[in-house]
Each structure stands twice: as structure tokens, then as C-alpha cells.
């Protein structure tokens, strides 16, 4: 009888494991492949701590199970293998552990980065590949991507073979401007960064901001950097790398070990990071070291240790759902009764989606939620403890009250859209270009902001960004504002009624097809902004614009055919009568790039002339020459430091036989001393 429980249980603690190792997999797979969150990180450690607990316990190891194995990203493109493994790191929740396995060296703690390990090979000072983790053995070939990589140098001093190891990430700020504007539902930015490096347009995967920060020197600066993990950072730092954030600590002293890390998690729930971390990572200072441990699963003993965070639940009772509107989608949101959560009171969290809905059991008024703050920021809904009542998915629009639908995307991922073409909502992009540097430039009003100003009402047209200044008492009374925050939109806005350029106001319309450049070209002809707002939309033809030179019929057509719109032509009234705008400065004509048309792609060098791609272009302009939207015949120089990429910029110019020049070659043909930029 004895034998048979026995038997039963662990036949039952076998079936668990299974389902364990099924389902950790799974969710695993499409967290790392960018398709979507189907379980929370807290549900993910919880579950893996289980596994952990039960292989221990009852000896059996499934061959896939997720504690022996690496996670892979399976990003579409061509294998390779690494030169150098790339394992993970075991991980703990207890400062003990960590006291433990220092065992009194000297150890560096720096951030346990949420992102895609990219790994960086450079031959003769240039990048000759970039490659992600995969299984850590082999993983995919991403080089062609290279130019869309922030902070990713194309190009080194250091001349011998270097592999560098760092991880791609996008942050919180980017993040939130991306969803504010993009058809796409990504969960957190670590999904949005996987996504990213699986598509195939290098100006696309540039839009995500996605930036490179090395955490490992794997091989190639000597001895002395091998040796030491803390001065092999400092190397890769001299080299221009934008390497993590690190501090040596002295094990020997576990009081001043545990105050180190209680600095660090404090600079994540004080918002100090401005990248999503889900942990921090601990390393030997002696390389040496940490070498000569064994490999035991899927990560070397002494390779590292993953520290991370255990996560504080609080139990609370759902008060509503609002329905948040951005650009592609209409977002649950979950409304709480007030809870306290790594010092600070929680009341909201958004519920990303339809889908995330339905996998969670979201209910009705008065359901029970299990609440975190995901890696310590992010209040996230984690657990549905008790349903109430039912799910309902509104049937008309929040902002325009027209009738929604439901969306599945390519992933399965169910979302909430508006049938409106013309919702506000839906057109919030041509909001954040009216309010962009390019635009208006009207400080303070980033994508969630704009967002939330149109679900409140307090605007529905980009005129009404200029009449936020009198609602000062409504936007100091929304929940998150306060009188601070409404003092500064005020005075961000009457900062916004001088001193503004005549282009920035048809680049900030966004009128088809028309850019900077083309904003320019118009105003070359007719410097005053009211005299070609109103013959724009006077004009019988296209003769008028056309005969500008660099002004097809395509965006005179456009043009004129946005300013024949009343409902446009009174948006330019108003706000030519609430702007004051400068003289047009007409391009300057004589320089040393007169009569020569550039383009640029790729990084810069950090220690160059041109600090950003825009000072490069406002130079070249201010030196008579021009400047493309693009690669054409009209095009006579690319710039590019990595002249031997794959980018398609560079392939369309050798296509053409268009030189491609790098930016030192630039600055000796065509500086001139008595200009600077920045």
C-alpha cells in the first residue's frame, strides 16, 4: 500500500513536470522570439523555481526541461556558429547566495540588462559581424542590421581581432513613443527589441531606437584587460564602446555587500535607469579566474550570477477597466483599489491587450488581481485570485464613440481597433509630428501625454495643442499631472508662440509628402508662410510649385490639395495668427558643397566633427551643398563609415556607381575652419 502512494506521487510530481517544461518552454520561446508575452516573468521564475524544486526532490530531468537548457532566440537568417560560447548565468534571489559564491573575491555588480545578446566581432578596426546569443552555441548572423544599432561603433581604433559580448535594448522612453505611434502591440520593450532584429529594413529597425551596450570583453585586448573583467570594460570604454554601468565591491565585508545592492535596486524603483533591467549580475573581478570553473548545464559555475529581484505581490480588488487609445489599438487598462508597492502607491495597470485579458481570467468589478511592480517599475497584473463578474469589451470608440472591432494579429494576439480612419486616436502620429523637433518643437508633450490629452477631450485637432495653456486648472485635476506638471505644458506652449521657423510649421502639418526639404523648397519661393498658404490654396494647377526647381508634381499635387481643404486652411489661419514666426533663411548657396548633393548613413564617430547625422546635414546645407531623402543618381557622395557594409544604402550606391566616402574623408575634402557644429 505503502509502495503504491509512493509510486502514485511520483507519477504525480512526473505529470507536473511535464507540464512545467511544456509550458515554461513555450512561453520561453515566443518571449525570445519577439511574438508576444504569453506568461509573465513573475509567472515564468515562479514556475521555474517549482521545476527546480521538483527535478531536485524526485531525480527526473526531462532532456528539454528549461534548468539544463538555454532559452533560445530563433531570429530568422543565417546560422552561425560563436567563436566563444555564450552561456547564461545561474540566478538567485538571496544576497546570501551571492556572499556565498564570491567566496571573498572581489566582484563587480552591474545591471542585469532586459534585452537580445548581440555579440560584436571586429578584424582590423572595422565590424566584420554581428550575431545573436541563439542557444548560446549558435546563434543568427545580423550584420546587415548593424547600421540601425545605436551606440553599436562601426568602426575602432583597435586594429587586432576583438569580440565583445553586450546586450540590445530599448528604453522606457522609446518605448512608449513607439507604441504611442505604431499599429504593433508589444508587451514590454525586450519583446519590441527581439521583434526589431528579425525584420529585414534597416530604416524600420532604426525607427525602434534600439541601442548596444557591452557588458563582457570576450577576447582580443591582451593580457592585462583578459585578466581583469573591470579593466577590460575600461579598454572597451577608451575604444568608444558604451559599456554597463558597473561598481567593484569588496566581498569580504557582507553588511557592505548587502547595502551595495540595496544602492542599485533603489536607482530602479527611484526610475534612476532609464532601461528595463530585470536583475543585476554579478562577476569576478580575476577573469582568470572565473575561467577556471566548470560548465555544469547551460552555464559556467564561475562564468557569473544573476541576481535578481524577488518580487512583492499585493492583493487588491479591480475597480473598473478604462480603455486606453493609442495609434493601432485601444488597451485595457486595470483600475484598483489603491495598494503600496516598493514605496509607492499603485492604482493602475495596464492590461496590454484582449489576449492578455482572456489568459489572466480579467472579470468584472470587484475581482480579485494579484499586482506587482514588474522589474520594480512596472505595475503589472499577474494573477486574477478570485472572478467576479464578466470581461466587457466596449463596443464604441472611447474618444470618437464610433464602433470597434476585434483584431488578430499574425501572432494570434487579439486586439481592440477603432473602425474609424479618422479618430483622433488613430491620428495620433500626426499629433506627435506636430509637436516633434521638426515640428513645432513644443517640449513636455511626449507620445502618452498627447494620448492621454485626446481620450480626456482636451484636444481634438493640433490647433488645440496651442489652447492647452487655458485648461491649465483640467490638466493640473488628471490623475498622474498635478499644478507642476501643468505650469510646465503652459509654458512649454507660450515658449511655442515665437520664434519658430517657417518650415517647421509646414513640416509639423503633416501634409503628404512634405518634408524639410521639400518645406524649404516652397519657401524659397514664397519666404512668407501666409503668402504660400494662400496661393496654395488658390492655385488652379501645379504650374506654380512646380516650377521650383526640386518640386515634382507629385508633392505640388499634394500640396495643393491638402490647402484646398477648409477644415485645413482654417488650422493654418489660426495658427499663423498665434505664432510668430522668423524671417526664412533662404539655403545658403556658396560653401565648400556647393553644387554637391550628400547623404549619410551608419554611426558616427564619436569623437568627429558631427556629433548626430543632423549637424552633418545642417553643415553640409550651410556650406551651399544639399541634401537627399534618399539614394539616387542625383546623389554624388554617401557618407558611411563602415564602407564595406551591406546596407541597402550602400548597395543602392555601388548599384549606381554613387562614391561612398567615410566621415574623415568628408571633413579633409570639405570642412572649413571657421565653422564648428554640433
Not at 546560422?79 to 556565498?100: C, G, P, Q
Not at 540595496?262 to 530585470?278: G, Q
Not at 464610433?402 to 488613430?426: F, H, M, Q, Y
Not at 503668402?531 to 488658390?538: G, I, R, S, Y
Request: with cysteine; proline share 4%; glycine share 8%.
Amino acid at each position: 500500500m505503502k509502495d503504491n502512494l509512493i509510486s502514485a506521487a511520483g507519477s504525480s510530481a512526473e505529470i507536473r513536470i511535464r507540464q512545467l517544461v511544456s509550458s515554461l518552454n513555450a512561453a520561453a520561446d515566443s518571449y525570445y522570439n519577439g511574438r508576444g508575452e504569453v506568461m509573465s516573468d513573475y509567472e515564468w521564475d515562479k514556475g521555474f523555481d517549482e521545476l527546480k524544486r521538483l527535478e531536485q526532490e524526485t531525480g527526473f530531468v526531462l532532456p528539454d526541461s528549461p534548468t539544463r537548457n538555454v532559452s533560445a532566440d530563433n531570429t530568422a537568417g543565417q546560422k552561425e556558429a560563436h567563436e566563444f560560447d555564450a552561456l547564461s548565468l545561474a540566478k538567485t534571489k538571496s544576497v546570501a547566495d551571492v556572499a556565498e559564491w564570491a567566496e571573498g573575491k572581489p566582484v563587480w555588480i552591474s545591471w542585469k540588462l532586459d534585452g537580445l545578446t548581440l555579440v560584436a566581432t571586429y578584424d582590423g578596426g572595422r565590424l566584420v559581424k554581428i550575431v545573436t546569443r541563439g542557444d548560446g552555441h549558435v546563434g543568427t548572423n545580423i550584420t546587415r542590421l548593424a547600421p540601425a544599432i545605436g551606440r553599436l561603433p562601426l568602426q575602432i581604433s583597435h586594429k587586432g581581432h576583438l569580440v565583445v559580448r553586450g546586450e540590445a535594448i530599448i528604453s522606457y522612453h522609446d518605448f512608449n513613443e513607439f507604441l504611442a505611434q505604431s499599429q504593433e502591440p508589444y508587451a514590454n520593450p525586450r519583446n519590441l527589441a527581439s521583434g526589431s532584429l528579425s525584420l529585414k529594413d534597416v530604416e524600420e529597425v532604426k525607427n525602434r531606437k534600439i541601442v548596444w551596450r557591452p557588458f563582457a570583453l570576450v577576447s582580443g585586448l591582451g593580457d592585462a584587460e583578459s585578466a581583469s573583467w573591470g579593466k577590460g570594460m575600461d579598454a572597451l570604454d577608451s575604444l568608444g564602446f558604451y559599456t554597463v554601468e558597473r561598481e567593484l565591491v569588496e566581498v569580504s565585508d557582507f553588511s557592505h555587500l548587502n547595502a551595495v545592492i540595496e544602492s542599485w535596486t533603489r536607482k530602479v524603483t527611484e526610475c534612476k535607469c532609464p532601461y528595463p533591467v530585470d536583475g543585476l549580475v554579478i562577476a569576478y573581478e580575476d577573469s582568470v579566474y572565473a575561467r577556471s570553473g566548470s560548465v555544469t548545464g547551460h552555464h559556467a559555475v564561475r562564468g557569473g550570477l544573476a541576481f535578481k529581484w524577488a518580487d512583492v505581490t499585493a492583493r487588491t480588488e479591480l475597480e473598473r477597466i478604462d480603455w486606453s487609445c493609442a495609434v493601432g489599438s485601444i488597451c485595457p487598462v486595470a483600475v484598483f483599489r489603491p495598494v503600496e508597492l516598493e514605496g509607492t502607491t499603485v492604482r493602475r495597470a495596464s492590461l496590454v491587450n484582449i489576449s492578455e485579458c482572456e489568459r489572466l481570467g480579467i472579470g468584472g468589478k470587484g475581482t480579485l488581481l494579484d499586482v506587482i511592480k514588474s522589474n520594480k517599475i512596472i505595475p503589472k497584473v499577474v494573477a486574477v485570485a478570485a472572478k467576479n463578474g464578466d470581461f466587457e469589451i466596449p463596443v464604441s470608440c472611447p474618444v470618437c464613440t464610433a464602433p470597434t472591432r476585434i483584431e488578430i494579429a499574425e501572432s494570434g494576439t487579439k486586439k481592440l481597433v477603432c473602425s474609424n480612419p479618422d479618430c483622433a486616436a488613430r491620428t495620433l502620429r500626426k499629433f506627435m509630428r506636430f509637436v516633434s523637433k521638426e515640428g513645432m518643437d513644443i517640449d513636455g508633450l511626449a507620445g502618452e501625454t498627447i494620448a492621454r490629452f485626446l481620450r480626456e477631450g482636451l484636444i481634438k485637432s493640433v490647433a488645440d495643442i496651442y489652447r492647452l495653456d487655458s485648461r491649465r486648472d483640467e490638466i493640473a485635476a488628471l490623475e498622474g499631472f498635478g499644478a507642476k506638471s501643468a505650469d510646465k505644458i503652459a509654458a512649454a506652449i507660450a515658449d511655442a508662440r515665437s520664434n519658430r521657423k517657417p518650415e517647421q510649421l509646414v513640416v509639423a502639418l503633416s501634409i503628404p509628402m512634405c518634408g524639410t526639404e521639400s518645406a524649404r523648397l516652397l519657401l524659397s519661393a514664397f519666404p512668407d508662410p501666409k503668402t504660400l498658404f494662400a496661393v496654395a490654396a488658390t492655385a488652379e494647377n501645379t504650374d506654380v510649385f512646380t516650377s521650383i526647381h526640386g518640386i515634382g508634381p507629385q508633392v505640388a499635387k499634394c500640396f495643393i490639395d491638402w490647402c484646398h481643404d477648409p477644415g485645413n486652411r482654417e488650422t493654418v489661419a489660426f495658427l499663423l495668427d498665434e505664432v510668430s514666426f522668423d524671417p526664412f533663411k533662404a539655403a545658403v548657396t556658396t560653401g565648400t558643397c556647393q553644387g554637391k548633393t550628400f547623404l549619410a548613413t551608419g554611426s558616427l564617430k564619436e569623437d568627429g566633427k558631427f556629433k548626430t547625422r543632423k549637424a552633418l546635414k545642417d553643415y553640409v546645407l550651410s556650406q551651399g551643398g544639399k541634401w537627399a531623402a534618399s539614394v539616387s543618381k542625383s546623389v554624388d557622395f554617401l557618407v558611411n563609415n563602415d564602407i564595406s557594409s551591406n546596407s541597402s544604402k550602400n548597395k543602392a550606391a555601388k548599384e549606381l556607381g554613387i562614391p561612398i566616402i567615410t566621415e574623415d574623408e568628408f571633413v579633409a575634402a570639405y570642412w572649413h575652419d571657421g565653422n564648428t557644429t554640433t
